[in-house]
Structures are given as C-alpha cells and as structure tokens.
C-alpha cells in the first residue's frame, strides 16, 4: 500500500520549478520524439530530477500545455535517517523532517512545490497476528466510541465531548444565521470541522493505541448508507448529519491508522449488535442507554453491550456470545480501561 504525506516547508523552489515546467514542455511537444537527458540538459536540472520529469510527461499523450508542474524525486534519490527523521534530497541540496511513523518500508517517490512536500512511502502489506479482537460502537450520543474486549471483558469510552461540540457550534450558527451573517456563519462551519476532526483523530489514535499495544485487531460495524455521506450537512435536528459525518470519520480514520501499525481491521455485519445480549446471545430489552438481558439476568450500558457483539463477530468466530459470567444488577459498564496509562487523559475528557 502505497500511502501519500503533505509537508509543509518553507523554502523557495521557484527556480527549479520554472525549469521543472520547461522540461515538461519539452517532452510534451516534443512527444513523438524519444527524448532524453541529453535533449534537455542545457536547461541545467539535475539529471535524476529531469529524467523523472521526461517518464513522467512522456506517459501523457494528451496534455498540451503544461501549467503546473511539481518536482518529482525518485525514491532512490532520498535518503533517509530515520533515527533523525529526516528526508534529504542531495540533488536539491534540501532537507526536511517528518513526523509521521517509522513503520513505513521504503519512500518511493517525493513530489515538491513551493509549499509542500509530498512524500510517498510503501508500508507493509502483512498485518500482524493478532491474539484477540475488540469491538467499537460507534455512537451520536454519549461518548462517540466504546470499545470492548470480549476476551478480557474490559471497556474504553472516548469522545464523550464530540457531541457537546457539535452542539454548541450549531447553536453559535443558527444564532448567526438568524442575524444573516453569513460570513461568520461560513467561518464557524470550518472552525467546526476542524476542531471535531481534531477530536477524532484523538479518538481514532487512542482505539489503535489500545489495539495496537495489547494485540488486538479491531471490529467495526461495515461502514453503510450511514456512513457514506462525507459531508456535514446540516438538518433540522443536527442529530443525522452528526451522526453520518462521524460514523465516516471515524470508521475511516481508524482504519487508516491500523492500517499503518499493521492492526488488522473488520468490517463486521452490525445486524442486531444492540439488540441481542452479549453473555447469553437472547434479545435483550433496551431503555434508552441501559440494556437488560431477561434470560440471563444480564445488566449492561448498551453501547458497551453493542460494542461486545461487535467485538464477538471478528473473522472467524462461530460464538455468538462471551462466556464473561452474568454482571447482575452492574448498572452501566465497568470503566476500567483497556491500558491504565490512557485511563488518565480519558478521565480528564469525561
Ligand atoms: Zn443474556
């Protein structure tokens, strides 16, 4: 898998992208030709960055007129410390420094402009065995995710504040729009996704944290029509539009960082996950946030009974149920968490 990093750096390549662009102009009229370094030396780039030009538009047989151009640096043309992590490109006589994790295999290829750096690294197609698996239930009330380890029959919650959030902006916002300003309106909107996409980043950091540290793949619902809208349109309740904008985001970016530490991810069928009860697999009743099994006698917060089912549904596994004894009467879920050094921060958010 092959996956893209944007770095911002703060120096003038306006010289060499004026001859980068040159050379791109070269080739593309030049197309029919079997143009080569030699054609395009008196431009003066370095000759690992103009052969990269030349692959690259010689493969377009339909662009004209070039009009933007990036720097194209080859992998074998980085070099790479990444004790420092640092990425130095000796034919640009640059160098910059990342913070994105060590876990990728090699940098295939560096794409610059005056802004950012794009950087391309390869990571490892292996996911790691894993011991056992933990459910997340997604939720747009309460805390946004619970996860749940059948094997070990501990909760995590996270994101508790994500819906409060959400709130408080539209609030600000309806108020705006009531005053037309819709200017302000507009900026409240970005200042909104960014700060609850900065929460779940959080959220999805401290799911793949937990995953990743105790060996555990994670099971998710499969990402549906609820999920499918990327955007954050808003309606008369604000509750659907919460709910499809951070079932997405969160799916996702949990996902994309597994994937990047070689958790292993599934996407389960969510079918009757809050319904049925997670020690003895009967219907269970739920009023609102609390779930009662009359089988089995079994009491239990229902997201975190959910986010048990889901966890139960890992590739695999024919058992419907957890043999994690009955918790009667426990009213809510055991908060104990996962790994004890999160258990403070997460504290501090609830
Ligand atoms: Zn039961």
Request: aromatic share 8%.
């Amino acid at each position: 898998m092959i996956f893209a990093y944007k770095i911002r750096h703060h120096t003038d390549f306006s010289e060499y992208l004026q001859k980068a662009k040159r050379i791109a102009q070269f080739t593309v009229n030049q197309r029919n030709r079997d143009i080569t370094y030699d054609n395009v030396k008196h431009i003066g780039l370095n000759a690992v960055l103009a052969q990269q030009l030349i692959k690259v538009y010689k493969r377009n047989k339909t662009l004209k007129r070039v009009k933007k151009v990036n720097l194209v640096v080859p992998g074998r043309a980085v070099l790479l410390n990444r004790a420092r992590k640092e990425i130095c490109i000796p034919s640009l006589g640059f160098s910059f420094y990342y913070s994105f994790p060590n876990t990728f295999e090699k940098v295939s290829l560096v794409e610059i402009n005056n802004k950012y750096a794009y950087v391309s690294v390869t990571l490892p197609e292996d996911e790691r065995d894993v011991r056992s698996w933990i459910g997340i239930d997604l939720n747009t009330t309460g805390h946004v995710a619970v996860a749940a380890s059948p094997e070990t029959g501990k909760v995590a919650k996270f994101g508790k504040e994500i819906p409060h959030r959400y709130k408080k902006y539209e609030n600000i916002k309806a108020h705006m729009r009531a005053r037309r300003d819709r200017e302000g309106s507009m900026a409240l909107e970005r200042k909104k996704r960014r700060a609850l996409l900065n929460l779940t980043n959080d959220v999805a950091n401290k799911i793949v944290d937990i995953a990743s540290e105790t060996n555990n793949g994670i099971c998710l619902e499969r990402v549906g029509g609820r999920s499918k809208h990327r955007t954050c349109v808003s309606d008369a309740s604000g509750q659907d539009s919460l709910n499809s904008w951070i079932f997405y985001q969160l799916a996702t970016t949990i996902e994309l960082k597994a994937k990047l530490r070689g958790v292993p991810v599934a996407f389960i069928d969510p079918y009757n996950t809050s319904k049925l009860c997670s020690v003895c697999g009967h219907a269970g009743k739920r009023y609102q946030k609390k779930f009662e099994c009359p089988v089995c006698g079994h009491v239990e917060h229902a997201d975190v009974n959910a986010a048990f089912n889901i966890g139960l549904r890992y590739p695999g596994n024919a058992q419907s149920h957890a043999d994690r004894g009955v918790c009667e009467g426990s009213d809510g879920a055991p908060e104990e968490l996962l790994i004890t050094a999160l258990s403070a921060s997460e504290r501090a958010l609830a």
